[in-house]
């Protein structure tokens, strides 16, 4: 090849990617850049949020603010809202946890649907009156192994409006490792008449974003945002027996329903099954055992599978042997159940083989 003939591929190449560098700055500037679109709220509220976005964080930018336990990321379902004009088709993401039912009432995952064009949406009012604060992380105690029971204070003035047995999602904030921010959730264990401070406990699951950042990043004093407070799994006001079950950080909505009774001198008779692999794994037993001891009706069964040998002499099964095991009729009672899936959908084969109804279990999922 002579100077000349090289010259010229050279010129040659240079044009066609020059070309192709600007055909990829005008894609990345029209492809996915819908501009500014409107959501329209329950038909009132309006509100701009940038096209390309999801409706769940466009949403959040608003400061309106859907339930979320998996960050996003289109696995727990319960960002629900139902879309009436805009929107599109159903995704494949969403129809694991969008039911065809449901589908045809426009319901869809919102943090899987991108806004590409104006939507009008409705959503429970309730959501509207969540709210989100800056808290501080005043006081943190490990209470099992891998449980820690954060305590979180509310601004100066400030109040949470809750039922026992609700949840808050906290802000896990960018760390080193981790370069997204992620909302996750978890039950309140404390009372509701304490209103400017909660109470959580999170277990440490390892590469969680939350329980990671929690465990090994969140100090006393530093601050946490929460929004809240969410969730249809709360204390009913009936008189019926009432059984409940937890274990680990699944004690957690529980024990805000006993301290509720607790400090209301509610004695409706009922008992409580809560399970560990070992003794240490029992978070705050001497606590719960104290509140309990208040509420007479409430029978506590703590139960350890895997104790070291002569080191307990309580009950050994798991939960739902356990129940099995004490409930003979549970027809006409109450159920408040907090655990896996897997769990929860164990006991509640258990508890309707017994007569229970399925209004009268109340539930609530980890994720
Ligand atoms: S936030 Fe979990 S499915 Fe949408």
Known sequence: MDYLELAKTVGILTGISGGLALLMSIAQNTIGNYGEKEITINGEKKLIMDGGDTLLAGLIDNEVFLPSACGGKGTCGYCKCKVLSGGGQLLATETGLVTPEEAAEGIRLSCQLKVKED????????????????????????????????????????????????????????????????YRAYSIASSPSKKDEIELLIGYIPEGIATTYVHQHLKEGDTLNIIGPFGHFFYQDTDKPMIFVGSGTGIAPNLSILRYMQENDIQRP????????????????????????????????????????????????????GLKKLVDDAKDSEAYLCGSPVTIEQIVDVLTEKGMTEDEIFYDKFQ
């Not at 105690?141 to 003035?157: A, H, Q, S």
């Not at 409430?298 to 042997?321: Q, R």
Request: glycine share 6%; proline share 8%; charged share 30%.
């Open 119 to 182: 939507i009008q949406i409705e959503i429970p009012q309730e959501y509207l009156d969540l709210k989100q604060w800056e808290t501080v992380a005043y006081r943190i105690d490990d209470v099992t192994p891998t449980i820690k029971r954060v305590f979180l204070r509310l601004p100066e003035g400030e109040e949470i409006n809750f039922k026992p047995g609700q949840y808050v999602q906290i802000l896990a904030p960018e760390y080193q490792g981790n370069d997204e921010e992620v």
């Open 270 to 321: 009922g008992i409580f099954l809560s399970a560990g692999r070992k003794i240490e794994d029992l978070p705050m037993k001497e606590e719960i055992d104290a509140i309990a001891a208040d509420l007479p009706n409430i029978k506590m069964i703590w139960s350890v599978t895997g104790a070291d040998p002569g080191t307990w002499d309580g009950p050994t099964e798991w939960v739902t042997d």
